[in-house]
């Protein structure tokens, strides 16, 4: 009996699915639009959307979603956003200027991030909220402003144990609450905001718990905070099958050790350590073994309890507080919303008899940074002349750089690829297509395209030429600063 080959199979949302596996629907897209491209699938994003909104209507009666636009450049998500009802995340004046466009009022605009002197003058005239990043924006703030600025303060600091660079320390908020109560003619304080890289509930309650002793502070300069900005990085899962997943690492780790079949390109260890006959640390692909959806995670949070008040939950908390919760989603909105097509264009056999396929596509435009994309691509043949015995595969991409391998890891296929074939490489939605996207060799980014249903046809267009069919959603409107009751430091 012989071991089962290697895989990584990836979730697929069903419509996605479906239109993959509508007979030519992909290659009559490339076909008019030409390879390589983007394709983002808007519907699929409001779905997500209606899910993260079922699970707060549950939990909190003042919520507002703020996509993170920086998950994605594509015009047709943030017009799905926009006819949707809810706020967006913006971090430059580009994706301002594009949230504006697609019909954002400043109302449902917060601005995120390290922002310069133009870029705060800009917000200020507008009347956009800003998540202040530091002291220097807040104080350059105060003596720029003619007219009430609505502004957000970021904080950090949680975990002596983890820096930030953005956001005000926890020891330097003292000063913050100084300018905020001596401007009060300018500033309209909304609240507290913080951002954690990390999918941790633990780490995010800690947060939570640490802002609620600054609305308790800030009563005593005088301010009255209503909101509390719990930021993003909410989860995406990417694996279909965790146990497969489990199986592939396992045999990963055992090659890295000489064991077993090669399974890495050249000397690449994705992060771990191999020593003592042992494999240590943590791979840079490690977020695709997570199974928690977005969801879940925000259901877990919210019913989670806090031990200050009285084992009362964070739900519980915020609503006896009258606090408005806003939140940051950007990949668990575009999570599955997108794929990336990539066409064969040789496939070759180098000295050690690795099978290298050459596609029309660079490693940049599917790969965020420096991480390891761990699930399977899609092939779509377009003919019938190939190989049809399993084989291992590193995917290379167009330039001529050592470095442009799309894949660092071996994927098996069921048949050896041939030139024209298609290769879809799913979900790429979230900062893939986007994060590190270059022009090298004066090469262009792939285009976007939106792919939506309507019955029982699929129809493409170019993302900027996308216009939802959705209903207008319930409108979220800008809070004010109004008196809250006081929360209580210690448990009664």
């Not at 899910?51 to 594509?74: E, G, T, W």
């Not at 943030?78 to 200027?97: K, L």
């Not at 890289?197 to 640490?210: F, K, L, M, N, V």
């Not at 750089?401 to 799309?406: G, K, T």
């Amino acid at each position: 009996m012989t071991a089962p080959i290697p895989a990584l199979p990836a979730k697929i949302d069903p419509l996605v699915r479906a239109f993959l596996d509508s007979p030519g629907a992909v290659a009559a897209a490339l076909d008019q639009f030409g390879s390589p491209v983007h394709l983002v699938f808007p519907q699929v994003f409001a779905e997500n959307l209606a899910q993260f909104r079922s699970v707060l209507d549950h939990v909190l009666p003042r919520y507002r979603i703020c996509y993170a636009h920086k998950a994605n450049q594509s015009r047709a998500f943030v017009r799905t956003a926009a006819r949707a009802g809810i706020a967006i995340d913006a971090a430059s004046p580009q994706e301002v200027a594009c949230a504006v466009a697609a019909g954002f009022g400043p109302q449902r605009v917060e601005v995120t991030g390290p922002k310069g002197e133009v870029f705060l003058r800009d917000l200020i005239d507008r009347g956009i909220t800003i998540n202040v990043d530091n002291l220097w924006e807040l104080a350059r703030i105060a003596e720029l402003a003619r007219t009430k600025v609505p502004v957000l303060l970021r904080v950090s600091g949680f975990d002596d144990g983890q820096v930030s660079r953005f956001g005000v320390p926890l020891g330097h908020v003292e000063r913050a609450f100084e300018l905020l109560s001596a401007h009060r003619d300018r500033i309209a304080f909304l609240g507290f905001a913080f951002h954690l890289d990390s999918g941790d509930t633990g780490e995010r309650i800690r947060a939570i718990d640490a802002c609620l002793a600054l609305v308790e502070q800030a009563y005593g300069y005088g301010l009255t905070p209503s909101v509390l900005n719990i930021g993003g990085g909410y989860r995406q899962v990417f694996t279909a099958d965790a146990d497969q997943f489990d199986a592939y690492v396992h045999a990963l780790r055992e090659s890295l050790l000489g064991h077993g079949t090669p399974m890495s390109w050249g000397s690449n260890t994705f992060g771990y350590h191999v020593a003592g006959g042992a494999v240590h640390g943590i791979p840079v692909f490690h977020k695709y073994a997570n199974t928690i959806p977005a969801t879940k995670m925000l259901a877990d949070l919210f019913t989670a309890p806090l031990e200050r008040h009285g084992g009362r939950t964070v739900a519980e908390v915020a609503s006896d507080n009258l606090l408005d919760i806003w939140l940051e989603p950007g990949k668990a909105l575009v999570d599955h919303a997108g794929v990336t097509v990539a066409m064969v264009e040789f496939v070759k056999e180098i000295a050690d008899g690795t099978v290298l396929v050459n596609l029309d596509l660079s490693r940049d435009s599917v790969t965020p940074a420096d991480q390891e994309v761990m699930v399977d691509p899609v092939i779509l043949p377009r003919s019938g002349g190939g190989e049809t015995a399993p084989v291992g595969v590193y995917f290379a991409g167009r330039l001529c750089l050592e470095r442009d391998l799309i894949t660092n890891h071996k994927v098996w296929l069921a048949a050896r690829p041939s030139p024209g074939d298609l290769v879809v490489f799913p979900n790429t939605g979230a900062y893939h297509m986007d994060l590190s996207a270059a022009t090298a060799s004066m090469r262009p980014p792939p285009i976007k395209l939106a792919v939506a249903r309507h019955g029982g046809d699929f129809q493409v267009c170019l993302d900027a030429d996308y216009e939802p069919e959705l209903p207008i959603g319930p409108p979220q409107h800008q809070s004010t600063p109004r008196r809250s009751p006081r929360i209580p430091t210690q448990a009664p």
